[in-house]
């Protein structure tokens, strides 16, 4: 008993410390450049790669420049981080050209890496203006065209780069004579100051939105693609499938003015990196939580977990309750068991199993299939032990087959008892499988995870009231089967 | 003929059936008469192969029986047990063509052998798609005695048929079994506690007490010649009140 006990306690205490000590899960390595974009990004792919629960992160935030990283990640020392299309196409193959990711792609793909779609935003070299009245009618860059008296402002860089000040002009047909080259930090200033009109600008920089001002579109598409994507190796997709999905999430879900607000948190509210990326997610996780491709992806995962462990249980519990109702001494130790196993609470359970399992989807089917199969087994027990010995004499007095006796008597007479059995555990499993997200096994239970971890009500009740649906809609489900398969003649 | 030698037999620790010996001849109806516990109804279990005998044999024609040949024996016995045994699940039709079951009779034959029975045991076609809550007391009897007689067996055992009957239904029904008794012509066993029940259908008539075979015979020998005191004291205990003898003379 106290050896029990002391287990109990042990597994009670490993619920907490777990994710970091006592169960050593694979670990992916994340890493960043240095700068604040990249920070949060990084960061952002961090907690988005822990909650999908398959690994431990490793943050290398900050770890270096472009040629490092890349460097890094081709020999296996760091597994992710984030990037831009641009400066891959630009620094690593020297080819200004590769500007979608599937070209992209296919010149990675010797190197065993890859790179997401796009995140959704641009950074990339920019003109922007005060938003202000005076400049209402300045939309796109060609607009500047009836503008030749603009001030422009711009970096040393721009003015020498190949993509630079030059090739602009000539690629808008611009005549603007009016500009200045300096400090990157100074240019702003003369902006609100008054002593530009246009600014080159990185176009998701926090100030863009500290100073209220808007970039003018690129209409004639002349600065590179500067797509924020992540960064990977390949193997990532196979070795850990659900946190590729969730990465896989993030595309698309971060546009420019989101980048901006980020930027904007970090730099000049000064959030940490943290706080910034768990403030993005649970804004995602709102928005993308609402959009149905995930909750049918977590109704799919919730209701495979129910669907799984109870057909296992029934497969097992109902012979096990008709050898019960037969074999008396084995059936009072099988019962006993089961009886047992229900005592044990469920999260203490799905730990015991971790380090019979691991994590995932297995030790939260085997974890259910445990629990579902008492009210099975019992009730299959109770249906066939409660069949009159007479007319199971009787059946034998007609020559019936044991098969035809179980087939022809047995089954049906016990077939209210078997399918009461079944409905409750379906009921009960569909709210059990909430928890298998604590071992990070997706289900509704993902998203009441992470609202309890956001304290967001509204995100909890997401995970929540769906799987109150699930669990309505298999009782009523259970009751339409009870319709159809129980005799007529055993119905009051 | 079937034919009881020396069978006992031992339930755990207690004797149910004593050394017991007993000719039961073709054709005719037999009363299995004695209280509750006296044995009857496990010598009636016992010639069906429902279980073992502890010594003793039991012979049906020339056929030793043990509870290893009870599935071929169910062609031979038809078996009607208290209170009917039908399966609740199925309708009156369904429990009597499970009797077809291990001879899988196709459903023609089924179909014809039932709507002859219908006719022989007096019961409207239309009942039998009733489930058996739905059937009374009567009526379920009737649809069992058709499910015992479906392979039309050389054999019937009827174990306390009309036990759960009111009086009325039950006197009409005894009429009614004893007409098809003699039409059909079979050997029937006959297990009863009743005494005008056993005298009313018994060619022989075997009295249990505790186990033993107290006296064997017919009626009359039982009223003329009562082997014990308990023999008298069974045959009278079921006597009318003597006001309703006399009101009745």
């Given amino acids: ?492 | 003929m079937i034919l009881i030698k020396d069978v006992s037999k031992k339930f755990e620790n207690s004797l149910a059936l004593d050394k017991t010996n007993l000719p039961l001849a073709e054709k005719q109806t037999h009363v299995f008469w004695g209280s509750s516990g006296s044995g009857k109804t496990t010598l009636l279990r016992l010639i069906a192969g429902l279980i073992e005998v502890t010594s003793g044999e039991i012979w049906i024609e020339s056929q030793k029986i043990s509870t290893s040949i009870q599935k071929q024996l169910a062609a031979k016995i038809g078996y009607v047990i208290q209170e009917g045994g039908l399966f609740p699940h199925l309708n009156a039709w369904q429990n009597i063509a499970l009797a077809g079951l291990p001879r899988a009779w196709d459903a023609h034959q089924t179909s014809a052998r039932i709507n002859e029975l219908a006719e022989l045991v007096q019961l409207e076609i239309p009942l039998l798609t009733q489930f058996p809550a739905q059937l009374s007391g009567g009526q379920r009897q009737r649809v069992a005695l058709m499910r015992a007689l479906l392979l039309d067996p050389p054999i019937i055992l009827l174990d306390e048929p009309l036990g759960a009957l009111d009086p009325l239904v039950r006197s009409e029904l005894q009429k009614e079994l004893k007409r098809i008794f003699n039409k059909l012509n079979k050997t029937v066993v006959f297990v009863t506690h009743d005494i005008g029940e056993g005298a009313f259908f018994g060619h022989t008539i075997s009295l249990f007490h505790e186990g033993s075979l107290v006296q064997h015979g017919n009626f009359r020998s039982f009223i003329e010649h009562p082997k014990n005191e308990f023999v008298t004291k069974f045959i009278t205990a079921q006597i009318p009140p003597p006001e309703l003898l006399s009101a009745l003379r």
Wanted: net charge positive; hydrophobic share 45%.
């Fill in chain 1, 1 to 492: 008993m106290k050896l029990i006990t002391k287990l109990f306690l042990i597994c009670l205490g490993t619920q907490f410390i777990w994710p970091s000590l006592v169960f050593s899960k694979p670990k992916i390595i994340v890493a960043s450049k240095i700068f604040t974009e990249s920070y949060i990004l990084a960061e952002i792919l961090a907690q988005t790669i822990e909650d999908a629960g398959e690994a431990e992160v490793e943050r290398k935030i900050g770890l270096g420049a472009t040629g490092i990283l890349f460097e890094s990640l081709k020999s296996g020392q760091i597994d992710i981080y984030p990037e831009y299309t641009g400066t891959i196409a630009e620094i690593f193959f020297k080819n200004p050209k590769l500007q979608d990711h599937i070209s992209l792609n296919k010149e990675l793909d010797p190197l065993g890496l890859k790179i997401t779609n796009g995140l959704g935003f641009n950074n990339t070299y920019a003109l922007a203006i005060l938003d202000s009245e005076k400049n209402k009618n300045l939309d796109k860059i060609s607009d500047l065209r009836n503008h030749p008296k603009v001030r422009l402002g711009f970096t040393h860089e721009f003015l020498k780069r190949n993509d630079g000040f030059d090739a602009l002009t000539n690629h808008y047909k611009l005549k603007i004579k009016n500009f200045k080259d300096m400090e990157h930090s100074l240019i702003y200033q003369s902006l609100i100051d008054g002593n530009l009109d246009i600014a080159e600008v990185y176009s998701t920089d926090a100030k863009i939105k500290k100073y209220g001002l808007r970039i003018l579109k690129d209409d004639l598409n002349f600065f590179p693609k500067y797509q924020g994507v992540f960064f990977y190796r390949k193997n990532i997709e196979t070795d850990f499938p659900k946190t590729y999905s969730a990465i896989k999430d993030l595309e698309n879900n971060i546009n420019e003015s989101k980048m901006i607000e980020l930027n904007a948190k970090s730099e000049i509210e000064n959030w940490s990196f943290e706080k910034t990326a768990s403030y993005f997610l649970k804004k995602d996780s709102e928005k993308s939580f609402v959009s149905w491709d995930l909750l049918w992806r977590r109704t799919k995962e919730h209701f495979s977990l129910v669907f799984i462990s109870l057909m296992a249980a029934i497969i097992f519990g109902v012979p096990a309750g008709y050898f019960s109702s037969r074999y008396t001494k084995v059936g009072s130790i099988l019962m006993a068991l089961s009886g047992v196993l229900q005592t044990i609470p469920s999260l203490a359970l799905l730990c015991f199993l971790i380090p019979l399992f691991g994590i995932g989807y297995l030790p939260s089917v085997i974890a259910l299939f445990l629990y579902a199969l008492l009210p099975i087994l019992r009730n299959a027990y109770l249906g066939f032990s409660g069949i009159d010995s007479r007319l199971t004499e009787s059946a034998k007095t007609l020559g019936l087959s044991k098969l035809q006796c179980l087939l022809k008597v047995e089954i049906p007479l016990a077939s209210p008892s078997i399918l009461s059995g079944i409905k409750i555990s379906a009921v009960m499993n569909v709210g059990g499988a909430t928890l298998a997200a604590f071992v990070g096994a997706g289900g509704f239970g993902a998203i009441i995870v992470t609202g309890l971890a956001l304290n967001d009500t509204h995100l909890i009740l997401l995970g929540a009231v769906p799987s109150a649906l699930m669990a309505i809609g298999v009782h009523i489900f259970f009751e339409i089967v009870d319709l159809y398969c129980i005799p007529r003649g055993l119905k009051k």
